[in-house]
């Protein structure tokens, strides 16, 4: 034994209430300890040895820890050992002194909280949004605010049982932070709508575009607007900007003929639409570079660029020059995106924004279809900057009512339209969102039944039950929202022609909009309950019991409330790491089930099993049709510039098998010493993971560029610990 407390080295951090992690220091085990001791007269008083024993046995715990402990672990563990010292009168004083201090911290949690954001000491917030930056300014002031909302939510607004759910993780309540203001999730733009009978911005009257540029142009703005309104990703489609591209050539014909007027020269149709095309394509250009650079350079009142997705699909406008029109929009944002973006060191980089999703359909998919080079180059710009992302069209007709359709952001997929929204009963899925997410985390359901399967299914239906009470607060709160909030929704076209004054109530109900039961850890749950991966034919079976459950689940709610409960595969950022933690503390290290700092996304293989691409995706693709409400696969690749058939073996695949999958490669830059290669994932001395150049060993985050994809969409911004565990013990599919 030590006789010296300096001695002990422990580098195990341990984690704050505030969320911050710190390093673990005995003297503050010893220091607490004394201060109870002197409270008791000196016939009950303990000895320095005694102390210094207890301290010291602390301390080899928190070292055998495999993760970070968290402060009220060791303070259980104070009282254990003071008690197993007999010191029964000190152990009294510091459980007083304990308890005194809790009723102390909650009368001023939401300080410690904003000031622990602002000193960037929160490791489960700081980076809970992988495209947020948390230095600047605008972020903090989200943060900030957000950290009120979250707790007027968790005092007045919603139910303690709620709270108490999420606090342990045995539940998520996403966006707690912006649920005091009457706000949606996500949604699809119903861009034609606005551009083609005009919208209004900031009390000005915005008339239908004149040309394709200007038309790129209000979208831009539009974007911006609709994310400033809600918390969630948007998405909109190319297909609505295609007929401006004829606006733009009827107004340049008449510019060059009146040119050729004045200058004499000859009026040939065929020299007229030759320089008249060269325009266009000019302007086509200018307006798709407009729309990336300045939704990239966009920053939103929430501190981040809008997470907006553009859709690409041929087949939403009629064959002939409307769809060539269509295809020349989609080439040029593919070249520029392949292209990048510079930095401010004037380096090409990956932009995380917007994101691009590109349709697989017959007339694109094989080598003699009509716009194979467009799935050519798209491959190309997938290998370079990992998007697009691919839809099949064949497998998501099968899914969804003969229907194709974006996702709202990176993943959550309207229910199909059954009813007929649109004009003279046509679909409609534009100008529809989502209300909100609670997730279930699966793995705590299998932890909390110890194994007992019966105790398992149990369970489910008692937490299923509290995730249904905790979606009816997502949907009681937007119940009266008055049209008036946001303008841009629901008075000029995003999402309706709502009057003013008028409330949205209609647009909860009847399927128009959905409301996400989420769910997570399907792997670590199989786990636990079977001991195998739910890859194995036993864990499968399971999986796919639990996955029909919850959807019945969602059916049953449906039909009772007539509110559109959808199933939806989460995407988890700061959650995964969250989950993971609340675990330990609760069922303590489990092999295979809590022994990482993350848990698996929704019904994912883990990112550790050694599976080839076109398994994995085979796989999921069952999982896929159980999950309606949003599902992205994804396989694991290395660079792939110079592999362009293997890419677009994989995207054959993706057509034939599976609804919605994107491929996972790197694109790194370190700005030391130019290597554009992968940036590694290292342990540094004290055992936190840090990102390193291979090349020259810079280790400076603010001078290296990584990009990956964490939950369906890039990340630039850097991740927690839990999520750059998950980034780093990913293995290759291909």
């Known amino acids: 034994m030590s006789n010296r407390l300096e001695d002990i080295v422990v580098n195990t951090n341990v984690i704050k209430r505030n969320g911050q992690e710190v390093d673990f220091d005995v003297t503050k085990i010893v220091n607490a300890i004394r201060k109870a001791n002197v409270e008791v007269s000196g016939i009950y008083q303990m000895n320095d040895f005694q102390i210094n ?62 000031l622990s954001l602002i000193n960037q000491e929160n490791e489960e917030v700081k980076q809970e949004n992988s495209n947020k930056n948390p230095v600047i300014n605008s972020t903090q002031r989200d943060y900030m605010a957000g950290e009120v909302s979250k707790d007027l939510t968790q005092r007045i607004l919603l139910p303690e049982e709620i709270v108490k759910a999420h606090q342990d993780g045995i539940i998520h309540f996403h966006d707690s932070d912006y649920f005091a203001q009457k706000e949606h999730n996500c949604d699809l733009i119903n861009l034609d709508d606005m551009l083609q009978n005009g919208t209004c911005i900031s009390g000005t009257m915005i008339e239908k575009p004149h040309s394709f540029y200007t038309a790129c142009n209000v979208t831009t703005q539009i974007v911006a607007q609709v994310a400033s309104n809600q918390y969630g990703g948007q998405s909109f489609t190319l297909s609505h900007l295609a007929p401006f591209v004829d606006v733009s050539r009827r107004k340049l014909t008449k510019e060059v003929e009146m040119e050729r007027d004045i200058t004499g020269e000859s009026k040939d149709p065929a020299i007229i639409s030759k320089i008249v095309e060269a325009r266009l394509d000019e302007e086509i250009k200018s307006g798709i570079q407009t729309i990336q650079y300045q939704l990239i350079t966009l920053m939103t009142c929430n501190g981040q660029a809008p997470f907006v997705t553009m859709f690409m ?70 290998a370079k900057r990992m998007v697009p992302d691919y839809i099949s069209a064949k497998k998501m007709k099968e899914y969804k009512n003969g229907d194709v359709y974006p996702c709202m952001g990176c993943r959550s997929f309207l229910t199909p339209d059954t009813e007929g929204f649109g004009p003279n009963g046509q679909h409609k899925y534009y100008g529809r969102f989502n209300q909100g997410v609670v997730t279930i985390n699966l793995v705590d359901v299998a932890c909390s039944s110890y194994g007992d399967m019966d105790k398992f299914w149990e369970i489910l239906e008692e937490r299923l039950e509290l995730c249904h009470r905790a979606l009816r607060c997502r949907h009681e709160r937007l119940l009266g929202t008055v049209s008036d909030v946001a303008p841009i929704l629901w008075q000029y076209g995003a999402l309706a022609r709502l009057k003013k004054g008028e409330k949205i109530d209609k647009l909860l109900y009847n399927n128009y909009s ?105 796989f999921e693709a069952d999982f896929q049709k159980l999950s309606p409400g949003g599902a992205i696969s994804y396989v694991e690749v290395p660079n792939m510039q110079n592999n362009i058939p293997a890419v677009l073996s994989v995207m054959k ?49 603010s001078k290296m560029s990584v990009a990956r994809r964490t939950c369906g969409y890039i990340g630039t911004q850097f991740w927690n610990q839990g999520r750059t565990q998950e980034i780093k013990d990913r293995v290759l599919h291909l």
């Open 313 to 382: 699909y041929l087949d939403e406008v009629p064959e002939g020059q409307t769809r060539e029109d269509l295809a020349r929009i989609i080439r040029e944002v593919l070249v520029q995106r392949m292209r990048g973006v510079k930095n401010e060191k004037g380096v090409w980089i990956t932009p995380a924004f917007p994101k691009l999703i590109y349709v697989l359909d017959e007339d694109n998919i094989h080598e003699d279809s009509p716009y194979w080079s467009l799935t050519e180059l798209a491959a190309k710009c997938t």
């Open 53 to 114: 024993a207890i301290a010291e046995n602390i301390a080899k715990k928190v070292a055998a820890a495999p993760h970070a402990v968290n402060v009220e672990d060791i303070q259980d563990m104070v009282e254990t050992g003071i008690m197993e010292m007999r010191g029964y009168e000190v152990a009294q004083k510091y459980v007083r002194y304990r308890y005194k201090r809790e009723i102390s911290r909650k009368t001023n949690t939401t300080d410690n909280g904003i």
């Open 653 to 701: 695949f993706i057509y034939d098998n599976i609804m919605y999958a994107e491929l996972n490669t790197k694109s790194d830059y370190c700005e030391v010493c130019g290597y554009d290669g992968e940036i590694k994932i290292v342990e540094d001395k004290s055992g936190k993971l840090v990102w390193e150049c291979p090349n020259c060993g810079n280790r400076d985050q």
């Open 514 to 618: 959905t409301i996400s039961l989420g769910y997570a850890g399907l792997y670590e749950m199989c786990m636990r309950m079977l001991g195998v991966s739910h890859t194995d034919a036993r864990g499968k079976e399971f999986a796919l019991a639990v996955m029909q459950k919850l959807n019945d689940k969602c059916a049953e709610w449906r039909k009772a409330e007539n509110i559109s409960y959808s199933l939806y595969g989460t995407p988890m950022e700061s959650t995964t790491y969250k989950f993971a933690k609340c675990l330990q503390k609760r069922f303590g290290i489990i092999k295979g089930v809590t022994d990482h700092n993350y848990i698996t996304n929704s019904y994912h293989v883990n990112v550790r099993e050694q599976i080839d691409a076109f398994t994995k995706l085979k």
